[in-house]
T-cell receptor, first 112, second 114 residues
């Protein structure tokens, strides 16, 4: 069974731009969660989607948004990029509530 | 107080020894507990999960959970240099706080030396 895939793997943007990251979960998994990992803050929860509905959201500004499609693929968007948004963005998929979450390889975003 | 606490290390053990990694969590309503391994520059890889009090063994790995003490640990037997990585303890927040929110500790860096 194929694992979680994320595209692109690397991105370089400048301040003020916006970016869209994509995640395809493991086949049969309907829950997709997004996390941000930075050296200073560690791994932090952004949001979770299940059956195209956002069920949970972390403490991030409204510039961070996401969506999920009917095939469970998910995208997250960051608008008006700031230097502090430079991070590894990770997507994780799971069957549902409280199940194990499996991470994709991540997208490393650098904001200049 | 951090929600999930781990000793940042580094924890240095000789090859063949048992590595013991510890984690405490603050929310008593937490139900699901996970250990991830993360190599430098890579994404976290799930190595163990445990839902009930007691021990759970999988190969060289044993996870231990004590909900009364709000403590979860990971033992790695016969440690190998390839086990050198950062080990992340993660807890799913109680459902009252929404769905599927994994709360991570800062991670413990393990170094296994030959």
């Amino acid at each position: 069974k194929a694992g979680v895939t994320q595209t692109p793997r690397y991105l370089i943007k400048t301040r003020g731009q916006q970016v869209t990251l994509s995640c395809s979960p493991i086949s049969g998994h309907r829950s997709v969660s997004w996390y941000q990992q930075t050296p200073g803050q560690g791994l932090q929860f952004l949001f979770e989607y299940f059956s195209e509905t956002q069920r949970n959201k972390g403490n991030f500004p409204g510039r961070f948004s996401g969506r999920q499609f009917s095939n469970s693929r998910s995208e997250m968007n960051v608008s008006t990029l700031e230097l502090g948004d430079s991070a590894l963005y990770l997507c994780a998929s799971s069957l549902g509530q409280d199940n194990e979450q499996f991470f994709g390889p991540g997208t490393r975003l650098t904001v200049l | 107080q951090k929600e999930v606490e781990q000793n940042s290390g580094p924890l240095s053990v000789p090859e063949g020894a048992i590595a013991s990694l510890n984690c405490t969590y603050s929310d008593r309503g937490s139900q699901s507990f996970f250990w991830y391994r993360q190599y430098s520059g890579k994404s976290p890889e799930l190595i163990m999960f445990i839902y009930s009090n007691g021990d759970k063994e999988d190969g060289r790995f044993t996870a231990q959970l004590n909900k009364a003490s709000q403590y979860v640990s990971l033992l790695i037997r016969d440690s190998q240099p390839s086990d050198s990585a950062t080990y992340l303890c993660a807890v799913i927040a109680p459902r009252t706080r929404g769905y599927n929110k994994l709360i991570f500790g800062a991670g413990t860096r393990l170094a296994v030396h030959p």
